[in-house]
């Protein structure tokens, strides 16, 4: 078994910044690829962000390419995804997901997920 637990979450003005973390605890952290996942209120679950194990290789959905930055630090088993130049369309509910295979941008590629994070951003 594999926890994830998402914070830094919150409400920001469009333009703002805020890094979301993922604290991974239980097997092997190295043994897994992580992604972030976001969902709108009445859309469905999106891809963000993945990142290899060893961090040498990182994926972007198109909508936040320049702006997020996927990062991680096997030494303290968590995740992090930094977010510049917010827009209100970023509004959603932010998940961490481990996954045995690196590069899935699909939400069923993933085998564990955290419960997600909120964030709000205002025009």
């Known amino acids: 078994q594999v926890q994830l637990v998402e914070s830094g979450g919150g409400l920001v003005q469009a333009g703002d910044s805020l890094r979301l973390s993922c604290a991974v605890s239980g097997r092997t952290f190295r043994d897994y690829a992580t992604g972030w996942f976001r969902q709108a209120p009445g859309k469905e679950r999106e891809f963000v962000a993945a990142?290899?194990?060893?961090?040498?290789?990182?994926y972007y959905a198109d909508s936040v390419k320049g702006r997020f930055t996927i990062s991680r630090d096997n030494a303290k088993n968590t995740v992090y995804l930094q977010m510049n130049s917010l827009k209100p369309e970023d509004t959603a509910v932010y998940y961490c997901?481990?996954?045995?295979?690196?590069?899935?941008?699909?939400?069923?590629?993933?085998?564990?997920w955290g419960q997600g994070t909120q964030v709000t951003v205002s025009s």
């Open positions: 997901a481990a996954s045995r295979v690196t590069g899935t941008t699909s939400p069923i590629g993933y085998d564990y």
């Open positions: 990142i290899s194990w060893s961090g040498r290789t990182t």
